[in-house]
């Protein structure tokens, strides 16, 4: 690995942070509030840092533009996995500076848990926080939904051809393919669509009741699937039916493989739209992940009905569709407390946390798309052992799945699951009081998928303050592993990586 090409680049991803931060900084000024100098010193510290990297990379030889262009698989990796790490530790300086916490390590954990659209906060009274500082935490999760790379990629298109390194290692799903010829346009085109989505979206809400504040802050959250609301009680705090609707269809939207909604918007008039929406609507990925969440909404719904837990079949519906899409999406909105729930919907909920939605899209998860592919790569095996001269080949939207892509997704399946045993037990052995196997295990699954609120003493109205600081760490590793696809973490821990 080219360190220094590396850091040089790290530089450019630090100002990018930087210049994000100014944001929330001009409506610290607009209210006069008490964040204002906390933004201005996170500014300093940032641009420095920025300024550092810069330098070092330069000294070591990185001087030239044409140096991107030899970034390779492992200069890749570095840059994604220490962009992310470096976005936290700078992006945690808002929250440490205005007293916010008093601790770094929550304030890095809060950061980290915005970036990489997990939504686990250590914030006890979210209200009593400034609205520069509100905004700053929906503006981490808007950012790391769609990828700080990738968004780099579309405003610095001279990291050229070593820019699709990157790309790979960033972009969540089993494959990750240009969807046009140039990455810089690749990338321009994700952004386009995601930007889109969050306009809409901050409209619907502004006509169901919210304010420009609040619509904008819920809508990078939505979009981005990451879940920190403004409020205490999340999406509770509104009691509205068309808002929590709203919320629902777009963090369902959100779920979706952003290259789907390419195609819809490719080709101009030379393809009919009506032909360009088959395609969408034929995708086996979508029609499975559409088809759980029914079902997982149908069942949770049935349960709750005859727990008696609301009124009507309607309001019991809307709730339980809701719940369904923030987990499966690993949003983690609430508007009740499903801790509450009947076991069976507890337990769907598991299973959403660790299925995620589509492969591609700004959610966690293990993915819909390696859950589709395991199942049938078992039927086929199955049928080989009926059939065992016959010619078969495991097949998705009826063209065959190249055997890396089978091995790949399997073996992304073995270690999230060696991931989760490992970090359950190192949870554990804090033998904290609170800290039981369903606290931990469900706080290790909604940190690796992205989630957001566990289970028990992690639930849906509970937060993560109280847990140690060694357990903060750990969930920040798992928040960071599990948005990066697991292998990118993991090969920072290969010798040869770090080889030139």
């Known amino acids: 690995m080219n360190i220094f090409i590396v850091l040089k680049v790290l530089s450019l991803i630090t100002g990018v942070i930087t210049l994000f931060m100014l944001l929330p900084l001009v409506l610290a000024f607009y209210d006069g509030g008490a964040d204002i100098n906390a933004f201005l010193l996170s500014i300093l510290c940032s641009a ?7 330098s070092i990379g330069r000294a070591g030889g990185a001087k030239s533009r044409q140096d991107y262009k030899l970034i390779g698989i492992r200069e890749g990796v570095g840059v ?15 929250y440490y500076f205005s007293g916010v916490t008093n601790l770094y390590v929550d304030a890095f954990f809060e950061t980290m848990s915005g970036f990489t659209t997990t939504g686990a906060t250590i914030l006890t009274n979210i209200e009593a926080a400034p609205r520069g500082i509100l905004l700053w935490r929906s503006l981490t999760h808007w950012m790391g939904g769609m990828g700080i790379i990738v968004f780099s990629l579309a405003v610095m298109p001279f990291l050229g051809i070593g820019g699709m390194e990157l790309f790979k290692a960033e972009v969540p799903g089993v494959t990750a393919e240009k969807l ?27 006509f169901g009741g919210m304010n420009l504040f609040d619509a904008f802050t819920h809508s990078c959250s939505t979009i981005a699937t990451g879940g920190f609301s403004t409020k205490n009680n999340s999406i509770a705090y509104f009691n509205n039916a068309y808002i929590e609707w709203i919320i629902t269809l777009f963090m369902f939207a959100s779920g979706v493989n952003f290259s789907l909604y390419f195609l819809l918007i490719a080709g101009g008039r030379r393809v009919k739209f009506r032909n360009k929406l088959k395609t969408f609507l034929a995708d086996e990925e979508l029609r499975w992940y559409f088809k759980i969440v029914l079902l997982a909404s149908l069942a949770i719904t049935l349960a709750l009905i005859l727990n008696k837990n609301f009124s009507s079949w309607l309001d019991t519906f809307r709730h339980a569709a809701f719940h369904v899409v923030s987990v499966i999406t690993t949003t983690g909105f609430i508007t009740h407390d499903y801790n509450l729930w009947p076991e069976l919907a ?38 080989r052992m009926i059939h065992p001269r016959a010619a078969l080949n495991t097949q998705i939207n009826k063209h065959p799945v190249p055997r890396p892509i089978i091995d790949s997704a399997n073996s992304f399946l073995m270690l999230y699951f060696m991931i989760l045993v490992t970090c359950t037990l190192l949870v554990t052995a804090f033998n904290h009081p609170k800290l039981d196997v369903l606290t931990s295990l469900t706080g290790v699954i909604t940190c690796l998928s992205n989630v957001g609120p566990g289970l028990n003493f992690l639930g849906p109205v509970e937060n993560f303050a109280w847990l140690p600081s060694g357990v903060k760490w750990i969930f920040s590793l798992c928040m960071l592993a599990g948005r990066l696809e697991l292998f990118a973490v993991l090969l920072l821990f290969l010798r040869g990586t770090w080889r030139r």
């Open 48 to 54: 420095a840092a920025g300024l550092i990297l810069w």
């Open 346 to 383: 507890r337990f769907i909920f598991i299973v959403l946390m660790l299925c995620g939605a589509c492969g591609g899209s700004t959610g966690g998860g293990c993915k819909v798309a390696r859950i589709l592919l395991l199942g049938r790569q078992i039927h086929t095996e199955a049928m």
């Open 180 to 206: 046009t010829p140039r990455l810089h346009d690749t990338a321009a085109v994700l952004w386009k669509i995601y930007f889109f989505l969050t306009f809409a979206e901050t409209v619907f809400l502004i």
């Open 80 to 94: 994604v996995v220490f962009s992310w790490i470096i976005a936290s530790g700078v992006g945690a300086l808002p």
